[in-house]
């Protein structure tokens, strides 16, 4: 793909996006403020037994999302386990223990980790009604919080958030669903396949044979990508002919996993009452999204190296169909999104692209990060940045009405060092104690520590993708990854539902001469500053050892 075809590709994709955000962004918002419940939200109300008009404290609130997705986490094991006994099972046996416990824990916690090949373990039941089922509310909850975090800044001197069981059926039925369903349908169009067939043998030109596996494909890749779940139907994901048949399907995949997180923006908008604050989110993450776009570019198009100079850019693990522009502009998206989806190997990126899609991950995932985990990290990233101000003015601050206390600088300092304490630690012990995890790490120097840091990174952050080159599939990496993706979501989502509670307990603070504006393009750079920061000073050091130390041996 020459430099003109891939400008204009990033053009196109920017042009949609810029399109369909904000009346997707304004249909989110309805479908949260809506007082009226639709037949089949009331039917689900009914069947589950919950009170969708109950204002909850954030208290409850946290305590239904926990209680809900522990529940996801126990029926998704037991289906695994139980798969040589259920319909559609393709005579597969059940699924081992430790990778039944990893992969139940990443689709629930919106990860989609694989740690094993999806078309010969799975059968097309639990394919479809376990995890394509969880691709659904694993995003959906990520979307509740994030609407509950902006409730606690609308709302005053009350201690109640909404209804999470409300807020959980509605996103589904009204939002995600009917986008689902037409995105599936176009990638019929395109070409993905979708049937409940069983495997087919087919002759090779050689006189060998294949098998080739069919599935429910289309309905899954369709959510996969709208949930930022990212968790093939193969395993070589979007680089698979059924999953991405031809280029204009993997750019329209590219599309999907960036339109609801790029549309949130717009949503905080309407609900905040101030469009101008939407729009200052979204340039931010819009900018950090360019930017890597254009790092990752540029890294595989000038790769060094005598193989990549002669074939023009590094081709190395790439979809030759696709080409590299194509597969950088996937990687990009994905690692900024917590999707974990590819249609390349990001193993054999150039050191400086691999290095790139790590930080992407390193920097909290809100360029513009998973479907609600974007916007309400963004929002903490924001808290830190008016605290910050106030500090250098010497005012209390202040963001969208309400004060930023101790308790709220506590409650984000939390939640910022959560996920850099899992990456390093987890990455300590697996680079650090070779007994426990030696058949994990299977490249030596710079490069193998790279991919332990991108494992444990793409877990901290509900991401999924992975350097191949990295052993999963270990009973003590299965464990280990799982219990990294659990902190990783839920401690993080109690801290902003704890953020959102004391933030609706105060008062709207009216804005006076000395209230730091925070819809002007400094206050977007300041943001976009202290993103970077937070990132650079926690992992500098980690990333001085493994990609730069790759890129300059």
Not at 6 to 18: E, G, N, S
Not at 81 to 92: D, E, N, S, T, W
Not at 324 to 338: M, P
Request: aromatic share 6%; hydrophobic share 55%.
């Amino acid at each position: 793909m020459s430099v003109l075809a891939a400008l204009a590709t990033v053009a196109l994709l920017v042009a949609a996006l810029l399109l369909v955000q904000r009346p997707l962004g304004a249909h989110i918002a309805r479908t949260l403020t809506s007082g009226r419940h639709l037949l089949p939200e009331r039917v689900v109300y009914r069947v589950a037994g919950v009170d969708p008009d109950a204002d909850m404290r954030w208290a409850v609130y946290a305590r239904s999302v926990l209680v809900f997705s522990a529940v996801g986490v126990l029926l998704l094991y037991g289906l695994q386990r139980l798969q040589p006994v259920l319909p559609l099972a393709l005579g597969l046996p059940g699924v081992e223990p430790a990778t039944a416990w990893n992969t139940a824990v990443s689709f629930v916690t919106n990860t989609n980790w694989q740690s094993y090949s999806g078309e010969a373990v799975m059968g097309h039941l639990v394919q479809a009604a376990g995890l394509a089922v969880q691709n659904f509310v694993s995003a959906a909850v990520g979307l509740c919080v994030a609407v509950a975090l902006v409730r606690g800044f609308t709302r005053s001197r009350t201690d109640r958030l909404g209804s999470f069981w409300a807020d959980l059926v509605r996103v589904c039925v009204r939002v995600l669903l009917p986008l689902s369903l037409v995105a599936a349908v176009v990638m019929l169009l395109g070409g993905v396949v979708q049937n409940l067939a069983a495997p087919t043998a087919v002759p090779t030109l050689t006189g060998g044979e294949q098998v080739l596996v069919g599935g429910p494909v289309a309905s899954q890749e369709a959510i996969k990508e709208l949930g930022t779940n990212g968790g093939g139907f193969y395993n070589a994901n979007s680089a698979h002919p059924f999953e991405g048949p031809t280029a204009w399907v993997s750019l329209f995949q590219v599309f999907l996993l960036l339109v609801v997180p790029f549309s949130m923006p717009a949503a905080l908008g309407r609900l905040v009452g101030d469009r101008r604050q939407g729009r200052l989110v979204l340039a931010v993450m819009g900018g950090l999204w360019l930017a890597t776009v254009a790092l990752v570019t540029w890294a595989e198009a000038v790769g060094a190296g005598a193989a990549p100079q002669a074939a023009g850019a590094a081709l190395e693990g790439k979809e030759v169909r696709f080409g590299t522009a194509l597969s950088a502009l996937f990687a990009a998206s994905t690692t900024g999104t917590s999707t974990g989806a590819v249609n390349a190997f990001h193993d054999s990126f150039t050191a400086p692209g691999g290095g790139v899609v790590l930080l992407n991950m390193l920097l909290g995932e809100v360029s513009p990060g998973g479907v609600g985990s974007g916007l309400y990290g963004l929002l903490v990233a924001a808290v830190v940045a008016v605290f910050v101000a106030g500090l250098m003015v010497g005012r209390t601050p202040e963001l969208l009405g309400k004060k930023i206390g101790p308790p709220q600088v506590v409650l984000v300092a939390l939640y910022v060092l959560t996920m850099p304490a899992l990456v390093l630690v987890g990455a300590a012990l697996t680079a650090g104690v070779p007994a426990l995890t030696d058949a994990s790490v299977q490249d030596a120097g710079p490069h193998g520590l790279s991919e332990v840091l991108y494992a444990y990174a793409s877990a901290a952050n509900n991401n999924g993708s992975a350097f191949a080159g990295f052993g999963a599939a270990t009973t003590y990496q299965n464990t280990a990854l799982g219990l990294v993706m659990l902190v990783g979501r839920f401690v993080p989502l109690v801290l902003v539902l704890a953020l959102a509670g004391s933030l609706a307990r105060q008062q709207v603070v009216p804005r006076t001469a000395g209230t730091l504006p925070t819809t002007t393009p400094v206050f977007g750079g300041l943001l976009a500053v202290v993103v970077l920061l937070v990132a650079g000073l926690t992992f500098v050091p980690a990333l001085a050892l493994a990609p730069l130390a790759e890129t300059f041996s």
